[in-house]
Each structure stands twice: as C-alpha cells, then as structure tokens.
C-alpha cells in the first residue's frame, strides 16, 4: 500500500524523506515524490517507477532544500501511475501540500462542489480533492481547514500537510490508515510504518482514529476531531528493521490474512452508493447486463478458484450459462466465444502471462472483457475493455489471501447487479443481500478471532502427509482454495474434490488418520456433505468439519473437529469459509518450519507461459 514520512527540524528534510521511502519500498508502490518547503514556497518532486528515479531526479535529495517536508510511495487506485496523480498534491495556490494513503469515497461529490466553486484539477486522484478541500477552508489556521475537511471526508484516510503559510508545521490526521508520529533528536517525524523513521528513533504515538497531530521541531500536540487537545502516549519500539515492516506479524501472509476484512470494505464500499450496487463505470452497464448471453470466467491458481464461485453463483443468480476456465487451458479449446459472451478475466498482478493470452484470445474472438485486477495499470488491466480493481493494497506473501478475498468481493457486487438488472432477485433480496454483504468484513473479524483454534488443529494435524478436502457447489470451491493454500506453502500433498466425487476413486486413498477436512456451509447440501463425511470416517479418516454456527450440533455429532463461521446469507459463505483454511494452511506451515512467505519453486507473479 501507499507509504507517509513526513519531517520537521534542523536538519536538511529530503534526505530524511528519500531514506524513509526506501525503508517503506517492500510495501509495493508505483511512484514517489517528496515536497519540501524552503524559502517562501513548496517544491514538489515527483517520478514514476522505482524510487532511484526520483533520486536521480533530486541528486539524493540535494537538489530540494528545506527543513521540512512531506514524501510518499504511491500504489495507485485513482487514475494510472503518472506523474501527475503520484504524491504530494499542492492546492490550486500552491501554498498546501498533502499526502494521502487510504481512500476517499466520497471524492467525486466533493469534486463537483469544488468544480462548482471555480477549483480545477490537474490529477483523476481522490487526494487531489482532498488538498482542495483544505484549501476551500482555509482562513488563515490550517489546523483548523484540516479538521473541516476531513469532517467531510468519508473512507479512510492518513494525511500528511504542510504549508508555505505555516513553515513551523506539520499536520497529521487519520481515519482506518496508520500513522504515527516519532520524536527525533534534531526534530520530529510523521509515518504511516515505523520502519520510515527506526533509523533516527524509537520512540513514538500512534495517532488513533480522528485524531489530528499537529508536529512542530521542538514537540507535537494531539487534538480530537472537535479540535479539543488530547494526550497520546508515547511508546518504546524495539523491534528492528524487518519486523517493523510485518508491523509485528510473524510473516507477511499472517498480515494479509489479518488486513482481510478492511480489503474486503474497501472493494465493497468503492461500488456501493446510495444502498445501491453501482458498476456504471464498468462495461456492465443495465442495456449490456441484458444482453449477456454466456460468460467464461477466466483465471489462473487462487483466481481460477475465484472463478468456480463465480460459476456456482452466475447460474444460481443470473441464469446466465457461464463456465470457470483456467486460463492455461483456455487458448487450446477452441473456445465457443463470441460478442454476446462476458469474459470475465481474474488476476491479483495483472501479468499472469496465461491470463493475458487468454484474454488477448478472448477478445480476438468478438468477446466483450472485463478484468478484475489488484495492480492498477498492469497488462491486463490495460488490455481488457474495462477493469474492477480490487483495492488490496500489494500483497508481498506469494500465497495469495487478501486479493483472493477481495476478488470474491466483487464476484459478489457483479452477481447482485446482473441479478437485479435482469430482474432475478426482489428488491427485499437484494437489499437483504447488500446488508449482509457489508456486513461481512465484520464477520470476518470474527473468524480471525478464533485464530488459536486453528492453530491447535494444525499442531494436530502438521504431520500427515496427505490431506483431503472436500465440499459440494461453493464449498466445493472453497475446498480448491484450501487445498492449494495447504499445498503450497506446508509441502503436505493436498487434493480438493467435489464430496459426491469420492467414491468413483479417491476413497481408496482413505486410510485410518487420513485428515479430511469437509467445507459444509452449504445448508441445503450439508446432508449431502455429511452423507460423505460418514464415507470417510467408516474408513477410520479424522474429519474437520468447516460449517456456520446453525450447523455446529449437527456437524460435531459426527466429526472429530468443527470450526464454526458466523451465520450468513448462502451467497456469502465463500469469504468466511476461506479464512479458517488460510489460517489452518499458515499454521501447519509454521509447525513445519517452512519458508511461508516464499514457498520453494514458486513466484508470485508468472509472467511465463
Ligand atoms: C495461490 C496463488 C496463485 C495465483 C496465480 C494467479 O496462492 O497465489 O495460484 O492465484 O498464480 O496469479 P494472478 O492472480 O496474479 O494472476
């Protein structure tokens, strides 16, 4: 995700800033830039690609001169990686800076209020809004046009300004985005990832929620969202360089599984508004949703697997004929395609090489293409008629688990529309559905929670060298996930099947304490389910039961082992059934000593065929 360091002090600030960019590089970014104030005036630098490019550009910094100064890694979301829309954005005077991670939702009301008021844009980003917005309050007290803004500012948010009006200054605000504040001996520090800033200190505070930190050379002040002073306190890092950017987690893929619920709001909230699901900026407009006549959803690994939701949940809703393809198969299966079909391509890079033959292929073909991606201005993304990005920030863990969940999230928006637009579900459902949607980061939240159940099974579990997993319909296709994840970074063979596929052959392979792990979140098939977990366990298999808290009695009557997810609608089961397998599959990994974030032979983008 995008990166914050902010300085004030005695000492030279673009040095400090280009040396704090680099410590956040490992997050991912796409551009970079700094502002500096220094005699009267705000220089801004900014440059596309690798951080060495904006060092070059500002000779290590020597080229921009002042003591303080605000900088930036930039992942985009709004608008492509451009000059233009990287970090830090000046008001329409010049006289504010900003730096943004986070996202405002509502940028595009208040861009029209501002456009209406005679304020212009030079970027597409949400950020730029916001430092128009400061500059539409402000009277004189920037503290004070900070508060009113952000008053009005709805997402989530780190902020990082400072003016030329006020060279003694430098304000913080956030909401859902980390940010600190650190005290330096030649003066003080605002980031949103401690590693920024160890090298120069190790005492800091955390701004909370709504809180707003006005950092000056020689102290900070804390103020609340009614600009009344507050006290934070300060805390004593001692973690060193490579822990602090896990921000505390063991591995990064503990992270990304623990970032899953705000992923999941983000990817949500970016396309509902007004209680409404709204994809008018996709190619999914209501004439086209009508005249879809079969979709092919296109995808490689995890993303394939996001497909077989899809498949499951396009049929059930839509009555739209649709196929999940892996994307390796598709060029050599003649595919029937033509422009009445949706292609619908999956992928958390945007370079997956047999992805972007696939789609190449597709659109060859007459096919109209819509991608879901995470990186913002990849190959793909590019490529497709329109895109749906997934707002998972970069995820660094090779095994994939936040984008996986975000791209679920948007399998839901689009099943929920197209439903709707062809008339297929009433407007209780839909609203039903929307309010159990939103409410599943939440849910979420809840699973991760029971984090130490899961790691007691897996100190059960860690040494079988086979373990199955099955499910019928969505659990199906969470058991494909599961499985993958198991395999590919604990090294356990792991197959998935469809539950009623066992007996025409991988029943022989059950032998007694064969783990079988049974996804039964299904509830009009978890008899079904549990028909072939008997199967099993008259093979002497320990069976781990997955299923929602209604089925808990049922399901522990005739299984060694149940972890319960919140109960929700059955279109939704796939985002919380996922989670206890991700955890399950990192904890056996961790009993096994194996190298989790970089399993062996894989990569984690595969830009080959
Ligand atoms: C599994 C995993 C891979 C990817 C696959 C597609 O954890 O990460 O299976 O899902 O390589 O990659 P993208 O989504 O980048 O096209």
Same mark, same amino acid.
């Given at each position: 995700?995008?990166?914050?360091?902010?300085?004030?002090?005695?000492?030279?600030?673009?040095?400090?800033?280009?040396?704090?960019?680099?410590?956040?590089?490992?997050?991912?970014?796409?551009?970079?830039?700094?502002?500096?104030?220094?005699?009267?005036?705000?220089?801004?630098?900014?440059?596309?690609?690798?951080?060495?490019?904006?060092?070059?550009?500002?000779?290590?910094?020597?080229?921009?001169?002042?003591?303080?100064?605000?900088?930036?890694?930039?992942? $985009?979301?709004?608008?492509?990686?451009?000059?233009?829309?990287?970090?830090?954005?000046l008001s329409g005077s010049g006289k504010i800076?900003?730096?943004?991670?986070?996202?405002? =939702?509502?940028y595009m009301k208040i861009r029209e209020m501002l456009l209406s008021e005679g304020f212009t844009f030079k970027s597409?980003?949400?950020?730029e809004v916001a430092v128009q917005l400061i500059e539409y309050y402000y009277k004189?007290?920037?503290?004070?046009a900070?508060?009113?803004a952000?008053?009005k500012?709805?997402?989530?948010?780190?902020?990082?300004?400072?003016?030329?009006?006020?060279?003694?200054?430098?304000?913080?605000?956030?909401?859902?985005?980390?940010?600190?504040?650190?005290?330096?001996?030649?003066?003080?520090?605002?980031? @949103?990832?401690?590693?920024?800033?160890?090298?120069?200190?190790?005492?800091?505070?955390?701004?909370?929620?709504?809180?707003?930190?006005?950092?000056?050379?020689?102290?900070?002040?804390?103020?609340?969202?009614?600009?009344?002073?507050?006290?934070?306190?300060?805390?004593?890092?001692?973690?060193?360089?490579?822990?602090?950017?896990?921000?505390?987690?063991?591995?990064?893929?503990?992270?990304?599984?623990?970032?899953?619920?705000?992923?999941?709001?983000?990817?949500?909230?970016?396309?509902?508004?007004?209680?409404?699901?709204?994809?008018?900026?996709?190619?999914?407009?209501?004439?086209?949703?009508? %005249?879809?006549?079969?979709?092919?959803?296109?995808?490689?690994?995890?993303?394939?697997?996001?497909?077989?939701?899809?498949?499951?949940?396009?049929?059930?809703?839509?009555?739209?004929?649709?196929?999940?393809?892996?994307? @390796? %198969?598709?060029?050599?299966?003649?595919?029937?395609?033509?422009?009445?079909?949706?292609?619908?391509?999956?992928?958390?890079?945007?370079?997956?090489?047999?992805?972007?033959?696939?789609?190449?292929?597709?659109?060859?073909?007459?096919?109209?293409?819509?991608?879901?991606?995470?990186?913002?201005?990849?190959?793909?993304?590019?490529?497709?008629? @329109?895109?749906?990005?997934?707002?998972?920030?970069?995820?660094?863990?090779?095994?994939?688990?936040? $984008?996986?969940?975000?791209?679920?999230?948007?399998?839901?928006?689009?099943?929920?529309?197209?439903?709707?637009?062809?008339?297929?579900?009433?407007?209780?459902?839909?609203?039903?559905?929307?309010?159990?949607?939103?409410?599943?980061?939440?849910?979420? %939240?809840?699973?991760?929670?029971?984090?130490?159940?899961?790691?007691?099974?897996? @100190?059960?579990?860690?040494?079988?060298?086979?373990?199955?997993?099955?499910?019928?319909?969505?659990?199906?296709?969470?058991?494909?996930?599961?499985?993958?994840?198991?395999?590919?970074?604990?090294?356990?063979?792991? =197959?998935?099947?469809?539950?009623?596929?066992?007996?025409?052959?991988?029943?022989?392979?059950?032998?007694?304490?064969?783990?079988?792990?049974?996804?039964?979140?299904?509830?009009?098939?978890?008899?079904?389910?549990?028909?072939?977990?008997?199967?099993?366990?008259?093979?002497?298999?320990?069976?781990?039961?997955?299923?929602?808290?209604?089925?808990?009695?049922?399901?522990?009557?005739?299984?060694?082992?149940?972890?319960?997810?919140?109960?929700?609608?059955?279109?939704?089961?796939?985002?919380?059934?996922?989670?206890?397998?991700?955890?399950?599959?990192?904890?056996?990994?961790?009993?096994?000593?194996?190298?989790?974030?970089?399993?062996?032979?894989?990569?984690?983008?595969?830009?080959?065929?």
């Amino acid at each position: 995700m995008c990166g914050i360091v902010g300085y004030i002090g005695r000492e030279e600030a673009a040095p400090i800033l280009l040396y704090g960019l680099e410590r956040l590089e490992y997050r991912g970014y796409d551009s970079a830039g700094i502002a500096v104030y220094d005699k009267g005036k705000l220089n801004v630098a900014k440059a596309v690609g690798k951080l060495k490019n904006l060092c070059e550009l500002t000779d290590n910094g020597a080229k921009v001169s002042g003591c303080i100064g605000i900088g930036h890694t930039r992942w $985009a979301t709004h608008g492509q990686p451009s000059t233009d829309n990287s970090h830090p954005h000046l008001s329409g005077s010049g006289k504010i800076a900003i730096v943004h991670n986070g996202i405002v =939702e509502n940028y595009m009301k208040i861009r029209e209020m501002l456009l209406s008021e005679g304020f212009t844009f030079k970027s597409e980003t949400d950020t730029e809004v916001a430092v128009q917005l400061i500059e539409y309050y402000y009277k004189g007290n920037l503290l004070e046009a900070v508060s009113k803004a952000v008053d009005k500012i709805e997402g989530s948010y780190a902020f990082g300004v400072i003016s030329s009006d006020h060279p003694d200054e430098l304000i913080a605000v956030r909401k859902e985005s980390p940010l600190i504040v650190a005290y330096g001996e030649t003066g003080n520090f605002i980031a @949103s990832d401690i590693t920024a800033v160890l090298k120069y200190t190790r005492n800091v505070a955390y701004l909370e929620d709504g809180d707003i930190a006005v950092v000056k050379k020689d102290g900070v002040k804390f103020y609340n969202s009614y600009l009344k002073e507050i006290q934070r306190e300060k805390a004593y890092i001692d973690w060193d360089v490579e822990d602090a950017q896990r921000e505390g987690y063991q591995h990064f893929m503990l992270k990304e599984i623990y970032e899953q619920p705000k992923v999941v709001k983000n990817t949500l909230s970016a396309h509902i508004k007004d209680g409404r699901i709204d994809l008018s900026d996709t190619l999914l407009t209501p004439e086209y949703c009508r %005249e879809i006549k079969r979709i092919s959803i296109i995808g490689c690994g995890s993303a394939y697997h996001v497909g077989v939701v899809g498949k499951y949940l396009l049929e059930k809703y839509t009555r739209i004929p649709t196929e999940a393809v892996l994307a @390796s %198969e598709f060029r050599y299966t003649d595919p029937i395609i033509d422009n009445h079909t949706l292609v619908i391509v999956i992928s958390q890079s945007g370079e997956t090489a047999d992805t972007r033959a696939a789609l190449r292929e597709a659109k060859s073909l007459g096919a109209r293409t819509l991608a879901i991606v995470n990186v913002v201005g990849s190959s793909i993304a590019k490529e497709a008629d @329109s895109v749906i990005y997934t707002l998972a920030g970069p995820e660094i863990a090779v095994a994939t688990t936040k $984008a996986y969940s975000a791209q679920l999230a948007v399998m839901y928006l689009i099943t929920t529309a197209l439903s709707s637009t062809r008339g297929l579900i009433s407007a209780a459902e839909y609203d039903e559905v929307l309010a159990e949607m939103l409410r599943i980061p939440g849910k979420i %939240e809840t699973v991760l929670s029971d984090r130490e159940q899961l790691q007691h099974l897996a @100190s059960m579990y860690f040494n079988n060298s086979s373990i199955f997993f099955i499910g019928r319909n969505l659990d199906y296709a969470i058991s494909l996930e599961g499985s993958l994840k198991l395999k590919e970074i604990s090294y356990i063979h792991s =197959e998935a099947y469809a539950g009623g596929e066992l007996k025409h052959g991988t029943i022989s392979l059950i032998e007694p304490e064969t783990l079988v792990v049974a996804v039964a979140t299904c509830e009009k098939l978890f008899d079904k389910i549990i028909s072939n977990v008997k199967e099993v366990k008259a093979r002497e298999a320990n069976v781990l039961c997955i299923t929602q808290n209604k089925s808990f009695n049922a399901a522990s009557a005739v299984t060694d082992n149940v972890f319960t997810i919140p109960n929700t609608h059955e279109m939704l089961t796939p985002s919380l059934a996922a989670i206890p397998l991700q955890l399950f599959a990192y904890y056996v990994a961790l009993d096994r000593g194996c190298d989790i974030d970089k399993p062996r032979n894989l990569a984690k983008s595969v830009t080959v065929e």
